[in-house]
């Protein structure tokens, strides 16, 4: 039996084959692609640590 994180890469590259690639990326929505990912992973580890320390009552 797989795991769940296997399963869900083996789906999302499944999904990458079909979707047909982008022709024409500007150099600007690249930017604001990587840009919007690395805030947004961020945020969720802030809030993740925000839940942590307020679980263990350091808060």
């Keep these: ?3 769940a ?6 789906v999302l590259v499944c ?3 079909v979707l047909p690639g982008v022709e024409a990326v500007e ?4 930017i604001a692609l990587l840009l ?3 805030l947004s ?3 969720i580890c802030a809030c993740l ?3 942590s320390r307020k679980r ?3 808060m």
């Design 1 to 3: 039996m797989t795991s």
């Design 5 to 10: 994180s296997t399963q869900l890469l083996s």
């Design 15 to 17: 999904l990458l084959l």
């Design 27 to 30: 150099a600007g929505d690249a």
């Design 36 to 38: 919007g990912v690395v």
């Design 41 to 43: 992973i961020t945020g």
């Design 49 to 51: 640590g925000v839940y």
């Design 56 to 58: 263990n009552g350091q």
